[in-house]
């Protein structure tokens, strides 16, 4: 049984900085691309930022030059390291991965969120 759990939200004023980390555990042959998604309040849950396995990402106009993702491999868990942060970067954040579990094919997964709350 695969599983992906968040920490690190908050509450944090504008400007401010919080780092997420999502681990996945379960019986885990390989995980794929990482990504980080987030859903404000009466709208859609976006794309943040991706990473494949070799380290290349992929970012939304809206947070590049603030928001770094990040892995470690070994320790099979993802990390969005968020600077500068505005009002507008509040919502749940969701850690979200293509992952091959052992005798199990290769299924995208959820993590249950984490709230990012960014006061002015």
């Known amino acids: 049984q695969v599983q992906l759990v968040e920490s690190g939200g908050g509450l944090v004023q504008a400007g401010g900085s919080l780092r997420l980390s999502c681990a996945a555990s379960g019986s885990i042959d390989s995980i794929y691309t990482m990504r980080w998604y987030r859903q404000a309040p009466g709208k859609q849950r976006d794309l943040v930022a991706s990473?494949?396995?070799?380290?290349?990402?992929v970012y939304t106009d809206s947070v590049k030059g603030r928001f770094t993702i990040s892995r470690d491999n070994a320790k099979n868990t993802l990390y969005l390291q968020m600077n500068s942060l505005k009002v507008e970067d509040t919502a749940v954040y969701y850690c979200?991965?293509?992952?091959?579990?052992?005798?199990?094919?290769?299924?995208?997964?959820w993590g249950q969120g984490t709230q990012v709350t960014v006061s002015s």
């Open positions: 990473i494949i396995r070799g380290g290349a990402t």
């Open positions: 979200n991965a293509d992952i091959q579990a052992t005798m199990t094919p290769l299924l995208n997964y």
